[in-house]
């Protein structure tokens, strides 16, 4: 029994192959299968992957190059390494499965309803101190829609709609999603206001000795952790943290003067601004989707309403 395109094996059925003018008749499951091992390396991974269980992957595996009359795979200590007919094979299925993502992108993106699922990815900076109320407003406009935001740091694959559109601050954007630039996040030196009581700036040489905190090495391409690297002697940076929210709280509690996003240190009473937006430090903030969603009704209506919602508060992102 052949499985079309999109099927699976019902209760991890193992499928025959057909056979034509001399050819074995693959389904689109079978080269799913070897494609999950293929980037798995491992067969349980796989086989969790694509939602089947170990010997069940196992099985299929034999009868497909039973059917091919060839190894795709050698089994060594490290995993499973491909054989030059599996790197065939394994080819083929990632060309078909790009092609399966393609259509299916482009007929999403041929929606006229407003209503169903967004998948929405950005940082738990951005979320927590800036979107949530802004989505929450979406969430208002367009009842019929659903959100499901994906907080993570690394560029997910839009092409593959890993989600639907990013929310990113980044001065280079990929160049293979297209977007809008909605403000520019301002930076600035920041202490605690109770340490803080004369109206006047201090002199910057003279905030280098004091005790200073800093972000972690995981974000060392931010100009202000460079700065801080670069001016502030190692004894003086006193704690370090890899998360940008992290970094507010220990200025807040006092343990020493930090740059933040204006966006951020803004909400918070209890500090200060002690130097100027420092315009090096700034990063675009975009709001990006795939070429082939942005002309689908659901995607421009949220495209459209952040943008305005964000723009309405660009002053108080850009540190003005």
């Known amino acids: 029994m052949k499985y079309p395109i999109g099927m699976g094996c019902a209760d991890g059925a193992e499928g025959d192959f057909a056979l034509g003018d001399g050819f074995p008749n693959l389904a ?6 070897v494609k999950a091992v293929a980037d798995a390396r491992n ?10 269980d170990h010997s069940t992957a196992f099985r299929r595996l034999r009868l497909i190059e039973q059917a091919l009359g060839v ?3 050698e089994k060594h200590r490290t995993g499973y390494t491909l054989t030059s007919a599996g790197e065939e094979v394994a080819g083929l299925a990632s060309r078909v499965d790009e092609d399966i993502v393609s259509v ?3 007929l999403a993106g041929g929606e006229l309803d407003l209503a169903g699922e967004l998948r929405i990815t950005t940082n738990d900076t951005l979320l927590v101190e800036l979107l949530t109320p802004l989505l929450a407003r979406f969430g208002e406009a367009y009842p019929g829609m659903r959100l499901d935001v994906i907080l993570s740091n690394a560029a997910l694959n ?9 929310i990113r601050a980044s001065d280079t954007p990929p160049d293979t999603l297209v977007g809008r630039r909605v403000a520019r996040i301002g930076w600035a030196l920041y202490g605690r206001a109770d340490d803080f009581s004369d109206p006047d700036l201090p002199d910057l040489e003279a905030l280098h000795g004091r005790r200073w905190v800093a972000l972690g090495d995981n974000l060392a391409p931010l100009k202000a952790v460079r700065y801080v690297k670069t001016h502030v002697a190692p004894e003086r940076i006193v704690y370090r943290v890899n998360s940008v ?3 507010a709280e220990a200025v807040e509690a006092g343990i020493g003067i930090g740059h ?3 966006f951020i240190a803004g909400t918070r009473p209890s500090l200060r ?3 100027p937006v420092n315009p090096d430090f700034g990063a675009d903030l975009w709001l990006l989707t795939h070429p082939d969603l942005r002309d689908a009704p659901r995607i421009r209506a949220f495209l459209d309403f952040l943008a305005a919602e964000i723009v309405r508060r660009r002053a108080f992102i850009e540190g003005a």
């Open 273 to 275: 601004r002690i130097g």
């Open 43 to 52: 067969l349980p991974a796989a086989a969790a992957r694509i939602g089947i």
């Open 158 to 166: 839009l092409s593959k709609r890993d989600a639907d559109i990013a």
């Open 71 to 73: 190894t795709l795979f």
């Open 28 to 33: 689109w499951d079978d080269l799913r299968l």
């Open 260 to 262: 933040l996003p204006c």
């Open 104 to 106: 299916l992108r482009r």
């Open 245 to 247: 929210l992290g970094l």
